[in-house]
């Protein structure tokens, strides 16, 4: 069937009704999928029996092709429905891990279902109306801690798409917003010395407490010349081996940068490595620098963002507040920003406590509500239309793509993508990891 004239203001609104229509009708199975995810909590890398349950509902979508355990990553899965052939594609994800010690404090339940909902009411409408393209919905791993985005953008999993989307909940409200995230990157050394008597024989000893200290000291004076706007955090490890009258041999020293780009942490990141250096030049220790995670910052595509901004205002239930901010938070889906035009909303629950955000255990009550479902089903649908619109309006696809390559060139764009990985690339993932990520140790 051939696409239809399309209004410059979007998609037709028969069309925008038929995609609300079939995300509403998701609502009770996906709540009691979401209750399931929220009821058994699961840590980074450690989503098995989300991986299950989120692909189990899939496969049992008449024409979705499912695959399990995608990217050679034992929690990520991958979803696609395709009409016709070699058709545009666009993609969504679903987010599945918990917070350590208080659950779904920051709602990846709900940004699974959400995921599934807007990719099932994109579907829908186009094999409805046989309009070729594809959708494609991929189940990510261990946004919290690890950045599984960024491992199945490497292996391809987002490979041919036109755009990627997905939604966050955010506060108590009635309504949706936009933030930029910051440019996440974080590191461990291990400092390694020598045990001897601390009361006895100490000229003996190389002390990798103090290796440990010295880096804490050395940061701490550094935060004094940088921006307000770069934040570096750490903490030292490694306590349960030591004791007073023995000369300490190792230590852990953990340390997490964010900058409101990426380029910024280019040049921050360096100053930090030499911190860790020097402290073990100075007090002689042995030291192994390990990579914990590399966020990109993000920043949503303008034309996306207006677009969802416009359906959500038309078509919300009641009034839609929207907000705009600069959040020091991050997300490995700033990793895929660099690759494509990506849209990242945040939306209100409705029944969450005042004043309450993500990351905070209060807030892990709000998202295993029936409410806060029927906010996330409803966002879904407005995701879903912009969507629907990037596979049918070739034109608006490509102004979304240069406008979104205009607006990356500020930040440096594939150079700045390259020079941060030639500095990740240089030190080895932390045990932890990529012990975590697969069984041959990727």
């Not at 917070?99 to 099932?120: P, T």
């Not at 906010?375 to 034109?395: E, F, K, N």
């Not at 500095?423 to 080895?428: F, G, L, N, R, T």
């Amino acid at each position: 069937m051939p696409v239809p004239t399309l209004p410059s203001s979007g998609l037709p609104e028969p069309l925008i009704h038929e995609i609300r229509a079939k995300a509403t009708s998701l609502t009770e199975a996906l709540h009691e999928l979401q209750l399931a995810l929220h009821g058994r909590p699961e840590i980074a890398w450690k989503e098995h029996f989300a991986h299950d349950q989120l692909t189990a509902y899939m496969e049992r979508q008449a024409g979705w092709s499912v695959e399990r355990h995608a990217c050679e990553l034992p929690t990520a899965w991958k979803a696609v429905y395709e009409v016709g052939q070699g058709g545009p594609i666009i993609g969504f994800n679903s987010e599945m891990d918990a917070l350590r010690g208080i659950g779904h404090a920051c709602g990846h339940n709900q940004i699974a279902i959400a995921g599934i909902a807007a990719a099932l009411a994109t579907a829908h409408v186009l094999e409805k109306h046989d309009f070729p393209g594809k959708v494609v919905l991929l189940g990510t791993p261990a946004e919290e801690a690890g950045g599984g985005k960024a491992y199945m953008l490497k292996r391809g999993a987002y490979d041919g798409m036109e755009a990627c989307l997905m939604l966050h909940p955010g506060w108590k409200g009635n309504g949706v917003g936009f933030a930029t995230l910051a440019c996440s990157v974080a590191f461990s050394v291990k400092y390694t010395g020598a045990s001897a008597h601390a009361g006895g024989m100490p000229e003996k000893g190389i002390n990798a407490l103090d290796a440990a200290v010295a880096a804490y000291t050395n940061i701490a004076l550094l935060r004094q010349q940088v921006p307000s706007s770069h934040k570096v955090f750490n903490t030292i490890k490694g306590s349960e081996g030591w004791t007073a009258n023995v000369i300490a041999s190792d230590s852990t020293f953990v340390v997490g940068m964010r900058t409101p780009t990426a380029q910024e942490a280019i040049s921050l990141t360096e100053r930090v490595l030499n911190c860790l250096r020097a402290a073990a030049l100075a007090t002689g220790c042995q030291f192994e620098i390990r990579r914990e995670s590399m966020y990109m910052d993000l920043r949503n595509a303008t034309e996306l963002e207006n677009y969802f901004e416009d359906v959500c205002k038309s078509h919300w239930d009641g009034e839609c507040t929207v907000d705009r901010l600069a959040s020091t938070a991050a997300s490995d889906f700033g990793n895929i920003g660099y690759a494509m035009p990506v849209l990242h909303p945040m939306y209100g629950l409705p029944d969450a406590r005042e004043g309450d955000s993500p990351h905070s255990n209060t807030f892990a009550e709000s998202t295993g509500l029936r409410s806060s479902t029927d906010a996330t089903i409803r966002a879904a649908a407005m995701l879903a239309v912009v969507g629907t619109r990037l596979i049918v309006d070739r034109p608006w696809a490509e102004k979304v793509r240069a406008a979104w390559a205009e607006q990356y060139a500020v930040f440096g764009g594939q150079d700045t993508v390259d020079k941060v990985e030639k500095i990740v690339s240089a030190y080895p993932l932390a045990p932890e990891v990529s012990s975590d990520m697969c069984s041959c140790g990727h």
